[in-house]
C-alpha cells in the first residue's frame, strides 16, 4: 500500500530566507507525486507535480521540488519565502503501478512564515 | 472558467439524521473524487467516480455512506444515521482523467451534534 510521510508539523521561517517542506513516500511502483497548499477555509490548491522526466518541477508561486528515488523524498522548496506563503502544505502519491488508485495525503506541515 | 463548488458551506445536524452533500465539478472534468479531512489530518480518499460509476468505493466508512453521480456531473455524497464522529470537512476534487492533477471545491464543514 502506498503511504507519505510529512515528518515536521510545523516549518518556522524568516521572510527572504529559503524554505524546504519535507516529503517522504513509499509506494511499490513508480510514483506520481504532487504538493497542494490549504490556506485557511479554502479548498487545497494543487501547486506542482512529478509524473515523469526532470526530477527538479517547478510549479505555482515561485514552488519547486525535487524528486529524488534512491531517499524517496519528494520536499518542497522556495528559494525566498513570502508571509503571503504561511499556509497548511499537503504532499500525495499514488503508485503509477496498481491501477486507478486514488492519492494518498500526508498529514499536513504548517508553514509559518515571520516578518 | 468556475471550479469545483460543494453545497452547502456548513452543515449543522443532530445525531442520527440524514444529510446530502453536492458536489458541482469543473465542466468535462470526468473524474470526481470525494475526501474527508478531519481536523489535523490530510484528506482521506472516499469514493471516485469515472463518469457516472463509482470506480473505486473503498475508503467509504461503512454502509451509512453512499455517493450518486447519476449524470456524470454533479456528485451527491449521502450520510444515513450521521453519528458525531462523521463531523469533518467533506471535500470533493474533479480531474479531466486520472492522471490529471485534481482540482478541489471549498468543502462542506459536516458538524453532528
Known amino acids: 500500500a502506498q503511504s507519505v510521510a510529512q515528518p515536521e508539523d510545523q516549518v518556522n521561517v524568516a521572510e527572504g530566507n529559503p524554505l524546504t517542506v519535507k516529503c517522504t513516500y513509499s509506494?511499490?511502483?513508480?510514483?506520481?507525486l504532487f504538493w497542494y497548499v490549504q490556506y485557511p477555509n479554502r479548498g487545497l490548491q494543487f501547486l506542482l507535480k512529478y509524473i515523469t522526466g526532470d526530477n527538479l518541477v517547478k510549479g505555482s508561486y515561485g514552488f519547486e521540488a525535487e524528486f529524488n528515488k534512491s531517499q524517496t523524498s519528494f520536499h518542497l522548496k522556495k528559494p525566498s519565502a513570502l508571509v503571503s506563503d504561511s499556509a497548511l502544505y499537503f504532499c500525495a502519491v499514488r503508485d503509477s503501478n496498481s491501477g486507478n488508485t486514488p492519492l494518498v495525503f500526508g498529514k499536513g506541515t504548517r508553514l509559518s512564515v515571520i516578518a | 472558467g468556475a471550479g469545483v463548488s460543494q453545497t452547502p458551506s456548513n452543515k449543522v445536524t443532530e445525531k442520527g439524521k440524514y444529510v446530502e452533500l453536492r458536489c458541482d465539478p469543473i465542466?468535462?472534468?470526468?473524474?470526481l473524487y470525494w475526501y474527508r479531512q478531519s481536523l489535523g489530518q490530510g484528506p482521506e480518499f472516499l469514493i471516485y467516480?469515472?463518469?457516472?460509476?463509482?470506480?473505486?468505493d473503498s475508503g467509504l466508512p461503512n454502509d451509512r455512506f453512499f455517493a450518486v453521480r447519476p449524470e456524470g456531473s454533479v456528485s451527491t455524497l449521502k450520510i444515513q444515521r450521521t453519528e458525531r464522529g462523521d463531523s469533518a470537512m467533506y471535500l470533493c476534487?474533479?480531474?479531466?482523467?486520472?492522471?490529471?492533477?485534481?482540482?478541489f471545491g471549498p468543502g462542506t464543514r459536516l458538524t453532528v451534534l
Open positions: 465542466s468535462g472534468h470526468t473524474a
Open positions: 509506494v511499490s511502483g513508480n510514483p506520481y
Open positions: 476534487a474533479s480531474s479531466l482523467g486520472i492522471l490529471g492533477e485534481q482540482f
Open positions: 467516480f469515472q463518469g457516472t460509476g463509482a470506480a473505486d
